[in-house]
């Protein structure tokens, strides 16, 4: 099998889809690594690495791309790697077709593209393997974002998320309890904010509270706590996750009218279309933007300026996929684990996935 390793070209994107570890692994199995030119240089990856681990350098990505029998990818391709890509090809890598054009769909699906997206592999447990890790690594970055963005030389009310002998911490809100959420909680919480967080699941929201044991505010996610909640916050973060889907808008334009100016959101469920009305996408390069007074930092692919420690989580997590898909052929890997079946957007020119399918009714181009 022809494996490629495409140089990621969304901006300030440093990770990279193989490690040369996981390269060695694969030619000593026999097959054939292409790397692209300096692909792994944000994640301290030389062309050199990957050459002493049998992997072979190209130099264009047209010509990664019309080789590839598999693309190892970290983020969806742009709108110039989707014309590259070839008949009959397998992608895997962070996808978020739910928040893409249905233009880039509809290729996918003329080409007859099979795209397994990591952040919908799901095992019988319900976890997402992959996801998890960068889910952990934007949570406990998040706190020190919004103590930057905090800072008045950054536009924000001049607050220090612990506060001080005298002076009461910062309110932080964190709309989900799952894996980005918990991890943003036990950071803000270290830092010595005050810290709430809301969820749906009652169970969950028990569970919290006997993991922090106590020391945070727990609160169900129905409109007049979210409403609430905001009127307060002076950091409000969005973590919420329907795997495959769009996320679903839980705070609206009313409810961020209603903050104190210049408070901070940061929308990470971003990277699946946002869970805040007053949301759109940015980039490391220029990351915030003022919306009805409120600073917003709505980065997706945020975690892509941790070059080094993404890849390297990202690898430990979707390498035993990876390595179930080259070994056995996409056909006999589907089959066998359900895991990486659960996580297929599109095969053989259909739409498989009841999310993303349900998510683009009405929307697919004839």
Not at 163 to 168: E, L, Q, S, T
Not at 280 to 288: A, D, F, K, L
Not at 315 to 331: C, K, M
Request: hydrophobic share 40%; aromatic share 6%; charged share 20%.
């Amino acid at each position: 099998m022809n494996i490629c390793i495409p140089r990621e070209r969304r901006d300030s994107e440093y990770r990279v889809g193989l490690t040369p570890v996981g390269v060695q692994l694969l030619t000593k199995a026999g097959h054939t690594c292409f790397i692209e030119h300096e692909a792994g240089v944000g994640s301290g990856f030389s062309d050199y690495d990957y050459q002493q681990a049998g992997g072979q350098i190209v130099y264009s990505g047209e010509e990664i791309y019309g080789r590839a029998d598999l693309l190892l990818k970290v983020a969806r391709p742009t709108v110039e790697e989707f014309t590259w890509l070839r008949p009959g090809q397998t992608i895997m890598g962070f996808m978020h077709l739910a928040s893409g054009s249905s233009e880039k769909i509809k290729i996918l699906l003329e080409k007859k593209i099979t795209t397994i997206g990591y952040e919908v592999i799901q095992d019988e447990n319900g976890l997402l393997p992959v996801l998890i890790p960068m889910s952990q690594a934007g949570g406990r970055m998040t706190p020190q974002i919004a103590a930057k963005l905090c800072q008045n030389n950054y536009g924000g009310k001049g607050i220090l998320l612990g506060g001080a002998p005298g002076v009461p911490p910062a309110e932080v809100v964190i709309l989900g309890g799952g894996t980005s959420g918990t991890a943003a909680a036990r950071v803000f919480l270290g830092m010595g904010a005050t810290v709430y967080i809301l969820d749906h699941n009652l169970q969950r929201l028990q569970q919290l509270d006997e993991l922090f044991q106590g020391r945070v505010v727990t609160m169900v996610s129905h409109d007049f706590n979210i409403a609430k909640v905001c009127r307060f916050a002076d950091v409000l973060v969005g973590a919420v996750l329907n795997p495959g889907a769009r996320a679903p808008i839980l705070i609206t334009r009313e409810m961020i009218k209603e903050m104190r100016p210049r408070s901070i959101v940061i929308d990470l469920s971003i990277d699946q279309g946002g869970c805040i009305e007053t949301s759109r996408p940015t980039t490391h390069s220029n990351p915030i933007y003022l919306e009805e007074k409120i600073i917003h930092y709505c980065v997706p692919n945020m975690t892509g300026v941790l070059g080094r420690t993404a890849t390297h989580a990202l690898n430990n997590a979707s390498w035993p996929f990876v390595r179930l898909v080259t070994e056995l052929g996409i056909e006999k890997a589907l089959q066998s684990a359900p895991a990486i079946q659960r996580g297929v957007y599109t095969y053989r020119g259909e739409v498989v996935h009841d999310y993303l399918r349900a998510s683009l009714k009405g929307r697919l181009p004839t």
